[in-house]
Each structure stands twice: as C-alpha cells, then as structure tokens.
C-alpha cells in the first residue's frame, strides 16, 4: 500500500489564485535580426582591423584608404619632368678670307698724310698682294709674272676717318676679307662706287695709327 507523503505549507494553495505555472512574455519583433546585425558589425571591424595590422608590416599589400595619403614605395624616386631639349638654332658660318693675288687692287690715301697709298701698296706687295703693285713695282721685278697692275693715288677726300675695303663683285668678298686681315684694320664692303677696280682700298686715318 503507498504512502501518502506528509503534507506541507506548499500543498496549501489559496482560493483566490488565479495564475497557475510560469508564463513568458510574447517575443519582440526584430530582436534577431538587430542582434545579427551587431555581429556582423563586430566581425567587420575585427577584420579591418587585423588587414591594417598586417599592412602595417609588411609591403606585399597596398591599401589605399580614403583616410590615408597614398605615398611612392621608398626605393622608388619620384618622377620629375626631363627638361626639354633647346631647339637647334641655325648658325651663320663665317666667310672664309681667301688670298687671291691676281686680283686688280686699287689703293687710295684719305688722309693728308703723304706717301700713305705708296707705302701700304708696298706692304700688301710684300704680303703677296701682286695686284697692289704699281707699274713702278713691277719693273723692280717684284710680281714680275702678274698680269694685275693696280694703282695708288690719293682719295677725293684727305679726311678719311675709317678704313674701307670695297668689292663691286660678291665672288670677290673673300680677297676683301682676306685685304682687311693684311691692312689689320677695316672692314670689307660690297660697293658700286669704284666700277673701275675690282677692289679699292680706302686708307683711313685709323690705319695710321696702326702703320705708324
């Protein structure tokens, strides 16, 4: 025969209970999905943070994050801009002073110093200058093989200041250049007022500063 236990203050229930066992509350609409959301939050920042960490040390990854200034790699010079190369500029060559002997030359005094068309004629003669040679030069046997016979005379003006080597025609600018070179002083200049020479010298009274 089974016993009845004993009973007990727990036993006694009173008349005017209503609610009998554990009742839970309905469940909040969302809950989950905010807690998913947090967790997938949590996750991000943990991965951000370890890509940063491992970016950190190490160069194998380039991160270019809105928050930070992208930067060359250290063995890497930053590029600069080669100058640019000058434009070649043309280049006038200058007139190479040929000598030319055979040419006809005649020499004139401009200045009031007499003699001074005789004694250049005799230096340009000793230089070579066979066409500075007058009649008289030649019948002393110097350029006695010469067919050009200049002449020496005194200008139209005695008050000559700078010394003039003009040429009528172009092809003979080079013995005019090479005339300056011999005389050291002057300038050769293309002219049509000497048609009866092909060239002139036009003895200044610089030139006696330099003859002496």
């Known amino acids: 025969m089974a016993k009845t236990p004993p009973t007990d203050r727990f036993d006694e229930i009173p008349d005017d209970l209503t609610r009998v066992g554990a009742h839970r509350a309905p469940a909040r609409q969302g809950r989950g999905w905010i807690g998913f959301a947090w967790a997938a939050l949590a996750t991000g920042v943990l991965v951000l943070a370890g890509v940063v960490a491992l970016a950190a040390f190490t160069d194998s990854i380039n991160l270019e994050l809105p928050f930070t200034a992208s930067e060359p790699p250290a063995d890497e010079a930053p590029a600069t801009e080669e100058p640019a190369a000058p434009e070649p500029t043309e280049t006038v060559e200058p007139v190479e002073p040929l000598l030319d002997p055979a040419v006809s030359i005649t020499v004139l005094n401009g200045t009031s110093a007499a003699g001074l068309a005789a004694s250049a004629g005799d230096k340009l003669v000793t230089e070579g200058w066979c066409g500075a040679a007058g009649p008289d030069t030649l019948a002393e046997g110097a350029c ?23 040429y009528g025609d172009p092809a003979n600018e080079s013995a005019a250049l090479a005339l300056v070179a011999s005389l050291g002083i002057g300038e050769a200049q293309l ?3 000497y048609p009866e020479s ?6 200044g009274s610089d030139y006696l500063e330099i003859a002496g």
């Open 198 to 203: 092909p060239i002139t010298v036009l003895l």
């Open 191 to 193: 002219s049509e007022d």
């Open 144 to 166: 006695a093989d010469s067919t050009a016979i200049g002449s020496r005379d005194n200008a139209v003006s005695n008050d000559v200041a700078a010394t003039v080597v003009y």
